[in-house]
């Protein structure tokens, strides 16, 4: 904006002069013209000019005419930097617009047509018609002078001519060589004048994005940056890569690095992660990228070209495994004073019950049990204690209450036993040594139960000696289908996204045995799609399509084969196109599995992308009217979550969608929309979600009232809601007399009071930007295996609710010194606020509370801090944050 | 001999050295040194899975300060018990009742459910269905007619049925057999059964069974159900205008509440109740006159059936009205003013005893609060007094009690066992419904065929004065004392 005032100065000198100059000449027109009566003294002083100056620019004398074009860019150049309005001398010349251009034509080359031909690209701001873009015509005809001396409103114009011309010759296959060199002085002027979107907008058009890092400065690449990020969204196709590729070379460029990194994670382009690591020299900074990794969950190996010195190396490797993510949570646990386990009784908070007294059961009922089990597990999750099974173990002698692990039936013994693995969360040695005792047991749902909570208790956590897969592999080929199952799953759970090849090495041979029954070819192939989670592996791929292709007719009807097609679909997770080839293959499979296998594939290929036009294919697919049997819009409808979560808008319009199916469509569609709203609204209670959920949740139809009753548990899963806890527990008094709906409200309790309301189902972080793919495949599985309830949860595999523990993460803020321990520091908390595009430095957060670190942070929740001592090495404050102390800071007295 | 780390649990074992030569078996001993692990439990993680004992060292690789990890307690392998739990979906229907703490409940056959809701009420007096197990099937009595047979024994199946099942009973054989022997409750309107007056039920069927449990082999004339409910009641006829004055002894099966203006509780409906006014022609008079008649209570019955009046018919309108006024009622009732002299006479002793019970307990209570608050639910069963362990089946209760009955005093004081509401606006329309306390002394309001658990505060909000349900009969089931 630096050029504005000095064009207005030294123009304001100029027209007085010419005023007095000119003088004479002007009496006799003001009375000619009767009609501009309305008009003040000194507007049509000026009409007069310019009328005088277009006659005299038509004049045969060069210099006279030199003169009067001079004035009239003089005097337009004066008053095109106000917007609100036409400019008054555009105005008035206006009606000479076509004169000007037709004496244009007869005038021969030379500086003086150029010049008038500047004047015309101006005019034609406001003249030209519709599409005729005559401003950029006469400003290719035009000297190549300042762009920006025009003001800023003929510059947007004419970007959005240039786009306009830019599509057309494209389509011509014309050059457009003149086109760029304008769009270049176009962006120099957009950058320097705090208009970065109109610069991006204006690359995108023209398919040049390049040319953006050479105009980025220090003041404006974060809020391009930000730009070119949020908009790289609503981008098709590759366009939305090429955007942030862009994004991430400047950031590396202004060294950036957790922002490079967090652009390099979204593209899942470990090429660019190395190169951060390479490119970054601070140690510190190391770490925190390191941080970052852990939270996407992926795993990552450091080398020496990232990290030279090898204690370094184990130091930032060990961040990268995830092993002292226990101990940052039971900090933050210690700090909310929430150590003290919680028994289910505490959660379901019957005495709180209006007018209905507990009808008091002298006998255990087994399936009660189990959902006090899968309670206990869940809301003392990763805290190491709880009041039924770490307890009686420890009072020696078996403890005088019974034990409760046998206070579950058969199967619900494996769940019981795995659940130690939840309570032990992260904690891989203690857990370890908890569960050693049941892999001696005679049981065999016990010994299962042992094998899966080892996965369990290593979900995303690496160690060099990997005990999972040691303690497991010796229990894959196991006689017993619900051992084999127990270690199956377990790999899965413990290796999801690592693409161990031993792994696969193990598991793939059981798809290929003609003896395996089904369930555990089932969970095998969940597995190796958790374990090779969204890298189209074409091995995996291969094996798992010979073993849908295996199966018996029968097989195909049995509810559990559902699980083969996910784990396929896994392999793809988000990779779009990829899954074509597959996709084709699958056309081929069986008529009962094709449409569901098809539909599956899609929405995990598509899962967070946000593609509206994979949307509208789902929705087609649930307008249909099915002969009876058919199961495929199950997985369309959760499609329709999976690919819209990606961006708030597109999340808004897919709820109002599903809502629609909800009136209009039958009823394997009603019962897979609660399970979609769940998936929208993960650990983000929004109320009229909320509301919906809890109409549903007392259907007529069973199917989708237990649907309804886990979504709501699943939206409100680690935020101890108020509100959902009370509509609940209000629940669990109406559907008291039917055990497997009480069951469901008893899930949903406990995944509402999630690790005592310290965790986080949401697979998004870092602002909502960056998607783990375990997380998100965990929860696939999870709503799958609900799309039937009762053969699945309702039976004998209700452990597939703890593929949940792939989702689960604290939803903290804990800053860490530079020795990595915890520090305490005030930070601002408030709903986040959208800074896209907006200039200056505006407010990130609104409403806020000032809390001392660790703090929890609720969805939609930004946190800055909110002191000038320390420099936080992350941008984004979400998870371990390393703070450094600010070189610059000076105590105030 | 290279030397390792071991991490076991939290603990790392730095410089652990491996006798190459020997077999790893040796080297877990070494560990079992350490950390008390038995080396059969010890799992040792290498390249590629578990150290096994045979395992060659030179093909793992060990290398110099590498960390190896050891996983492996020593703590007792668990055992399954020896008697594993049971648990409520293995048992057999009957067994479920007595987990599920509560009695069937009773399909509504087209209206009804005043039907339903008398039977569910009597159903929870368990003398009563004792005597009706000791009924013969076939051996009746000369003096009893066949249709009051057949419903005697249709109860007798029912409460059987009721003690069965935990999932609703249809009372079909029941209700046909209601039907036969008293017409009025087959009444069609518009092609379905109409709705009738519990009350009537109610009377009915305690009547037919007052009829058949006559037990004909004992000498003493022993009716069941007027020691069960039967009031004598002693009355003193006096005429003011003549002033004659005349004795009379009665027994009824209920005390009626009546409901006046001034009426807000239940003892005072129920002096209005014994007060009553007949016009009969006096014999010294020559003409009829109004004689005052004042009741007083001459015998008490193990159960007090009360009635609240709340019907009347309305001739404007030609149906029964109904009273909505709010009568409180207590979960524990004293009628001791209501009773004649020679009762209170009587009743004096176990009453004090009772006091001093009462006394005993408080102070125990008091003392029992220190330690624990919880068994508030085991004290209430304790006061109903011989019921005890609400565990044990219902059989072995109720055998105890009958056993008891003998040497057993009444104290006047009676406890609420169950209350039959009605909501709606006319005795032969709206909806009736049993509340029922169970005899772990939970209250079931038996809605039909849906048994729903209530709290005991709220039974007593079941007194009227608004559309909700209201109390219509209440029993109440006498508290006594050994003697």
């Not at chain 1, 646990?333 to 959660?347: F, N």
């Not at chain 1, 699980?563 to 899954?579: D, F, I, M, N, T």
């Not at chain 2, 102070?363 to 085991?378: M, R, Y």
Request: aromatic share 8%; hydrophobic share 40%; glycine share 6%.
């Amino acid at each position: 904006m630096e050029s504005e005032p000095n064009n207005t100065a030294s123009g304001s000198g100029n027209p007085k002069e010419e005023a007095t100059l000119k003088a004479p000449s002007k009496d006799p027109k003001t009375k000619d013209d009767k009609k501009d009566e309305d008009l003040s003294e000194e507007d049509l002083a000026l009409k007069q000019q310019l009328e005088l100056y277009v006659e005299r620019a038509q004049d045969a004398d060069l210099g006279l005419q030199k003169f009067a074009l001079e004035s009239m860019r003089q005097e337009i150049r004066t008053s095109t930097s106000s917007m609100t309005s036409v400019p008054k001398p555009l105005k008035f010349l206006r009606p000479h617009y076509g004169t000007l251009k037709s004496y244009y034509e007869t005038m021969a080359d030379s500086d003086l047509k150029k010049l008038l031909a500047d004047i015309l690209s101006v005019l034609a701001l406001t003249m030209s018609a519709e599409g005729d873009r005559e401003s950029l015509k006469y400003r290719l005809l035009g000297s190549e002078g300042d762009i920006g001396s025009w003001g800023h409103e003929y510059v947007r114009n004419l970007a959005g001519e240039i786009a306009q011309e830019y599509s057309k010759r494209v389509n011509e296959e014309a050059t457009v060589d003149d086109l760029i060199e304008l769009v270049e002085q176009i962006v120099a002027f957009h950058m320097k004048h705090n208009a970065e979107p109109e610069a991006v907008d204006l690359l995108m058009e023209v398919e040049y994005l390049d040319l953006l890092v050479k105009h980025v400065d220090k003041t404006n690449y974060k809020r391009t940056c930000l730009y070119l990020t949020s908009s790289a969204r609503y981008l098709p196709g590759p366009d939305d890569v090429s955007v942030l590729d862009i994004a991430y070379t400047i950031y590396s460029k202004f060294e950036e690095f957790p922002s490079a990194l967090q652009i390099a994670l979204y593209l899942d382009n470990m090429q660019h992660v190395k190169q951060v690591f390479t490119s970054c020299p601070d140690l510190l900074r190391k770490k925190q990228f390191c941080y970052i990794l852990a939270r996407q969950g992926i795993s990552f190996e450091l080398d020496e070209e990232m990290c030279a010195d090898d204690e370094d190396k184990e130091a930032l490797q060990e961040i990268i495994n995830n092993t002292k993510l226990s101990e940052g949570y039971l900090t933050l646990a210690r700090d909310i004073e929430v150590m003290e386990p919680k028994s289910p009784e505490d959660i379901y908070k019957a005495h709180l019950l209006d007018g209905r007294a507990s009808a008091g059961a002298s006998v255990d009922s087994a399936r009660q049990n189990l959902a006090a089990t899968f309670v206990n597990a869940f809301v003392n999750a990763g805290f190491g204690q709880d009041k039924l099974m770490t307890v009686t173990s420890e009072t020696s002698g078996g403890g005088s209450l019974g034990n409760w692990l046998f206070k579950n039936k058969e199967h619900g013994k494996a769940s019981a036993t795995a659940s130690l693995g939840m309570i032990d969360l992260w904690d891989v040695d203690t857990g370890l040594a908890q569960l050693d005792k049941y892999f001696h047991s005679n049981d065999n749902h016990v010994t299962a139960g042992a094998l899966l909570g080892v996965g369990i208790v290593n979900c995303g956590i690496k160690n060099d000696c990997d005990p999972a897969l040691a303690l497991l592999a010796d229990y894959l080929d196991k006689e017993d289908s619900s051992i084999r199952i127990g270690a199956i799953t377990g790999l899965g759970l413990a290796y999801a996204g690592t693409q161990n090849e031993q792994i696969r090495d193990k598991l793939t041979p059981i798809l290929g045995d003609p003896k395996a029954p089904l369930d555990v070819i089932a969970f095998t192939s969940i597995a190796l799609g958790l374990v090779y989670v969204g890298s189209c592996n074409e091995e995996v791929a291969q094996a798992i399509i010979f073993a849908l292709m295996d199966r018996s007719e029968s097989d195909l009807g049995e509810p559990l084969t559902r699980l083969l097609p996910l784990g396929l679909g896994l392999l793809y997770l988000g990779k779009q196109h990829s899954v074509e080839a597959t996709a084709e293959v699958s056309k081929t499979f069986n008529e009962k599995i094709r449409k569901y296998c098809d539909m599956t594939l899609l929405s995990c290929a598509y899962a967070g992308t946000g593609n509206v036009l994979k949307v509208q294919h789902f929705l087609g697919q649930c307008a249909q009217h099915l002969e009876k049997g058919e199961t495929f819009q199950g997985p369309a409808v959760l499609g329709i979550a999976m690919v819209a979560m990606a961006e708030e808008l597109g999340l808004d319009m897919a709820i109002r969608s599903l809502e629609h199916l909800l009136q209009y469509g039958e009823q394997n569609i009603r019962k897979a929309v609660p399970l979609a709203l769940g998936l929208l609204c993960i650990s983000n209670p929004k109320v009229h979600v909320m509301d919906t959920l809890s109409r549903l949740s007392h259907d007529a139809d069973t199917e989708v009232a237990m649907a309804a009753v886990i979504s709501l548990g699943l939206i409100g899963a680690g935020t101890n809601n108020a509100r959902i806890a009370g509509m609940l527990r209000n629940l669990s008094s109406y559907y008291y007399k039917e055990a497997s709906l009480l069951f469901c409200v008893r899930i949903a309790q406990g995944f509402v009071h999630m690790g005592k309301g310290l965790l986080t189902l949401a697979p998004y972080h870092s602002e909502r930007f960056l998607l783990s793919p375990t997380a998100l495949a965990g929860l696939v599985v999870l709503l799958h295996a609900c799309l039937d309830m009762k053969a699945i949860i309702l039976g004998k595999y209700h452990y597939v609710l703890y593929f949940v523990v792939l989702a689960m993460q604290p939803r903290m803020l804990l800053t860490v010194d530079e020795n990595l321990k915890p520090l305490a520091v005030p930070v601002r908390v408030g709903q986040a606020v959208d800074v896209v595009g907006q200039a200056g430095r505006p407010k990130t957060i609104t409403g806020f509370q000032t809390h001392s670190t660790p703090v929890l942070l609720a969805a939609g929740d930004r946190a800055e801090l909110a002191t000038e001592k320390y420099i936080p090495l992350s941008p984004i404050l979400e998870g371990f944050v390393i703070l450094k102390e600010n070189p610059d800071f000076r105590e105030e007295a | 001999m290279p030397t390792v780390s071991v991490k076991w649990q939290k603990e790392l074992y730095p410089a652990v050295e491996i006798d190459t030569t020997q077999s790893p078996y040796v080297f877990k001993c070494q560990l079992y040194d350490l950390t008390g692990v038995p080396p059969e439990r010890q799992k040792i993680m290498v390249k590629g899975g578990i150290l096994k004992d045979d395992s060659d060292w030179s093909k793992l690789g060990i290398k110099e300060g590498q960390k190896l990890m050891m996983v492996g307690t020593a703590d007792e392998i668990v055992k399954a018990p020896e008697k594993g739990p049971v648990f409520m979906e293995d048992l057999p229907e009957e067994e479920q009742v007595v987990a599920v703490g509560h009695s069937a409940g009773l399909f509504n056959l087209g209206n009804t459910c005043y039907m339903n809701s008398t039977m569910q009420c009597l159903h929870s007096v368990p003398e009563l269905k004792s005597a009706l197990i000791e009924y013969p099937q076939s051996g009746r009595s000369n003096d009893l007619d066949q249709s009051s047979h057949l419903l005697t024994v249709a109860t007798r199946d029912l409460f059987n049925e009721l003690d069965k099942n935990v999932k609703p009973v249809a009372p079909m054989q029941f209700w046909m057999v209601l039907r036969k022997k008293y017409p009025q409750f087959g009444q069609l309107h518009n092609g379905s059964f109409m709705q009738q007056d519990a009350e009537e039920c109610w009377t009915q069927i305690l009547y037919t069974l007052s009829q058949a449990l006559r037990s004909p082999s004992t000498s003493a004339n022993l009716d069941t159900v007027k020691e069960l409910f039967g009031i004598d009641l002693v009355s003193r006829v006096h005429c003011a205008e003549s002033g004659e004055e005349s004795m009379e002894t009665e027994t009824v099966y209920s005390l009626k509440c009546h409901i006046s203006h001034e009426v807000n509780h239940l003892h005072e409906g129920l002096k209005h109740g014994l007060k009553s006014e007949l016009e009969k022609a006096s014999p010294s008079l020559g003409h009829s006159t109004v004689y005052l008649k004042d009741s007083r209570i001459n015998g008490l019955p193990k159960y007090l059936t009360i009635q609240f009046v709340r019907f009347f018919w309305k001739r404007e309108s030609n149906q029964k009205a109904k009273i909505l006024r709010k009568v409180d009622y207590p979960l524990e009732l004293d009628i001791f003013d209501l009773c004649s002299d020679d009762l209170r006479k009587k009743l004096e002793a176990p009453r004090q005893m009772l006091r001093d019970e009462d006394g005993r307990k408080a102070g125990l209570k008091l003392k029992q609060k220190n330690t624990s608050s919880v068994d508030s639910d085991v004290k209430m069963s304790d006061a109903e007094g011989p019921s005890t362990g609400s565990g044990e089946s219902s059989k072995a209760t109720l055998g105890e009690g009958v056993a008891s009955d003998k040497n057993v005093q009444l104290t006047g004081v009676y406890d609420l066992v169950a209350v039959l509401t009605h909501k709606g606006r006319s005795a032969d329309s709206g909806h009736y419904v049993a509340w029922v306390k169970q005899e772990n002394g939970k209250w079931i309001q038996f809605d039909d065929d849906n048994p729903i658990p209530q709290r005991e505060e709220d039974i007593t909000k079941l007194s009227g004065g608004g559309d909700w349900h209201m109390a219509y009969i209440c029993m109440y089931k006498a508290r006594t004392i050994p003697m």
